[in-house]
């Protein structure tokens, strides 16, 4: 048997509950664990709580709560939070278990009796948020470098880790083993930090009643990041089970972000690991920081986005199901930032994506398949061969890609992948017809269409399954695929998926459109005029009248009939990086299916109107064809969406 896959997140102070960023850190992870789950490796996924911290006892201070009763009452609603959101953690470490700390303890003793750990007196700075040391020349204007705030002096007799005796092996090992720390951007910070030489640190405070005694001196307690590093391996037998130890140790990923990389999980750490001749990692991966429009995540702004409440206010507002909308959080988190990068996490962006990939591109592959199915075959898998339009090609090679993109933690890659070929499939069914085969009695070839395009929805179901479970779920009962929880990876590529004859079920939307932001509807709306009679022939304007029109070609993402309309098709049309619903009245001459994909011309400044009850945002130009049938304005399919017309 292989190695268990194992991975960590860090371990969160509990001086207050989770908000986005945290949740970043670990969504990520879980999406990691589930995908190779998925490839159907063994996996231990790792995330817990730090309770030892000085602040932590400061947070239970002011609150006049005991500090323990504080951090269980903490700790238990970073679990709640975590099942809410369906992390699939398989052990949850609390730095205040004996568990723990009987591991920390030894550890110092081993330290302490092999000379890694000395007694020598300190005379510093400390940092209480970031629960730092600084040296002098390290602070900024006398500042804590990192966070800008007031340091505090601290003059103590002290115990020290000998850091400094491990910056040439790091080095060495850094340069030897080029997986291990990653991005690249961030390994130079590591090396540029550790070339102007480590400095040996303090790892006890004054002990002033909170945190893990130094062993035979309860004078004073131990430094809270060499305790919660510790984690790592206490929480997996370290000391106390060998053999499970040795079955999961060393970690395959540790996650975390920026602000706790270079000096805490890429030099002490490995250091730690070091002294206690344990192998280190094989890859420690720093990823970027999440701000809210712009805005730094803060408590005192107010602004720390709890992903639970985001999907549960989307589920209320949009009809779709909460693990779906959390779902649609995970898929934004994975998809906007790459793994490494800084991002900007804005409601408008989130809401534009849920439409445009999830509502419109995923959504409507499987609706328009499933409904089409229904229509032409009574909802049964015909007995034709796929005819493919070299989907089936595309299956196999968005596998590769995807999996190489996976491996390598690119997980924005990954899903765009996905989504070129998500989106390959709906331009094959546009290109074919199937509505066209339908009339002509192509059934064989309306057959094959319909077949290779639900293979895709199938195939990008299982891609999607770490990203999306709950998604990938609903997706699967759709296409009535009975062993979708036994499927791996390695199913995607399967020849012939669905069985000939195998009933599938009727298409339901799973991410209902959601209409544009509430601010922007609530802006009055000026009323319609009573259209005036076209004359014949038009007068002549002047240059500038027409310089008011703003003539856009528009690509239609999707088209229904609006009910009870017999002339009317609801359109959402894109603009490039903006979508928008049109009414058009030419139901009566084009089949909603044959417009999807197809270029128009829109007056995109035409004021809004309710049509029917639908708002039309813009209007279709058409022009009139031989006994009165509308046709299409033609233009060409290769000018971009968005483009102006002048
Ligand atoms: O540092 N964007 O805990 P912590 C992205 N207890 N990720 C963010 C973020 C943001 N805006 N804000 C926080 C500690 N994070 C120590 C760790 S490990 C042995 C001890 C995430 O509660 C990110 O993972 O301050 C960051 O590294 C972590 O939360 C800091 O969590």
């Not at 590769?400 to 990954?414: G, I, M, R």
């Not at 609006?562 to 603009?575: H, M």
């Amino acid at each position: 048997m292989s190695k268990t896959y194992y991975l960590t997140t860090p371990i969160y102070y509990v001086n207050d509950v989770p908000h986005i960023g945290n949740a970043y850190t670990t969504i990520i992870a879980d999406i990691t664990a589930r995908y190779h789950r998925l490839k159907g490796d063994k996996v231990h996924f790792l995330t817990g709580t730090d309770e030892n911290a000085t602040k932590v006892a400061a947070a239970a201070a002011e609150k006049g709560m005991d500090p323990q009763d504080f951090v269980d009452k903490l700790a238990a609603a970073f679990q709640d939070v975590w099942a809410s959101l369906d992390i699939t953690n398989d052990d949850f470490i609390r730095t205040t278990q004996p568990r723990h700390k009987d591991v920390v303890t030894a550890i110092f003793k081993r330290l302490m009796d092999q000379g890694d750990i000395y007694k020598g007196s300190y005379t510093g700075h400390y940092c209480v948020p970031c629960e730092t040391f600084y040296a002098d020349s390290e602070l900024a204007d006398g500042k804590c470098p990192e966070c800008g705030r007031e340091v505090t002096e601290v003059e103590e007799e002290n115990y020290y880790f000998k850091l400094s005796a491990y910056g040439d092996r790091l080095l060495k090992y850094i340069e030897d083993n080029p997986e291990f720390l990653q991005p690249e951007a961030k390994k130079n910070e590591v090396v540029s930090f550790i070339k102007q030489g480590l400095r040996d640190v303090s790892i006890t405070r004054a002990n002033n009643g909170w945190g893990i005694e130094v062993p035979g001196d309860s004078s004073k307690v131990i430094y809270v990041w060499f305790d919660a590093l510790i984690n790592y391996i206490s929480a997996i037998g370290y000391l106390s089970d060998e053999k499970r130890f040795n079955e999961i140790w060393p970690a395959d990923l540790q996650l975390m972000g920026k602000d706790i990389f270079v000096r805490f999980h890429s030099t002490f750490w490995p250091a730690m690991l070091m002294a206690l001749d344990l192998p280190l990692p094989k890859t420690l991966f720093s990823h970027g920081f999440w701000t809210i429009n712009g805005e730094k995540i803060s408590k005192s702004k107010g602004n720390a986005i709890s992903p639970a409440k985001l999907a549960e206010d989307l589920a209320a507002e949009s009809g779709a199901s909460r693990e779906v909308c959390l779902d649609a959080v995970r898929y934004f988190l994975a998809r906007e930032m790459t793994l490494g990068m800084d991002g900007d996490f804005s409601i408008k962006i989130f809401r534009n994506r849920f439409n445009s990939d999830l509502a419109n591109d995923l959504g409507n592959l499987l609706n328009r398949t499933l409904s089409m199915l229904g229509k032409y075959f009574e909802g049964v898998m015909p007995d034709y061969e796929t005819f493919g339009g070299g989907l089936a090609d595309k299956i196999a090679e968005t596998k590769d890609l995807a999996e190489k993109y996976c491996d390598s933690y690119e997980f924005t890659k990954a899903l765009e992948a996905v989504w070129n070929m998500i989106g390959a499939a709906n331009k094959y069914v546009n290109d074919m017809q199937p509505w066209v085969l339908a009339k002509e009695g192509k059934n064989a070839e309306l057959g094959g269409v319909l077949e290779s395009a639900l293979e895709v929805a199938r195939a990008a179901a299982i891609m999607i399954k770490p990203f999306m479970p709950a998604t990938a779920k609903e997706i699967a009962a759709q296409l009535a695929i009975t062993d979708f929880d036994n499927l791996l990876w390695s199913n995607i590529t399967d020849a012939d998926p669905f069985a000939k004859g195998t009933k599938l079920n009727e298409p339901a939307p799973i991410f209902p459109r959601l209409p544009k932001q509430k601010k922007e509807e609530a802006e009055p709306k000026p009323k319609k005029e009573k259209k005036a009679k076209v004359p014949e022939k038009k007068p002549l304007i002047p240059y500038d009248v027409f310089a008011q029109l703003e003539l856009r070609i528009a690509e239609v993402k999707q088209a229904e009939k609006v009910e009870g309309a017999d002339k009317l098709l609801r359109l959402i049309i894109s603009l490039g990086d903006e979508e928008r619903q049109i009414v058009a009245g030419i139901a009566k001459y084009y089949e909603p299916e044959a417009l999807v994909g197809k270029k128009i011309v829109l007056l995109a400044n035409l004021e809004p109107a309710v049509i029917r009850g639908v708002e039309s945002n813009g209007m279709l130009l058409a022009a009139d064809g031989v006994n009165g049938a509308v046709v299409l304005t033609p233009a060409d399919p290769d000018t971009p969406a968005g483009a102006y017309i002048k």
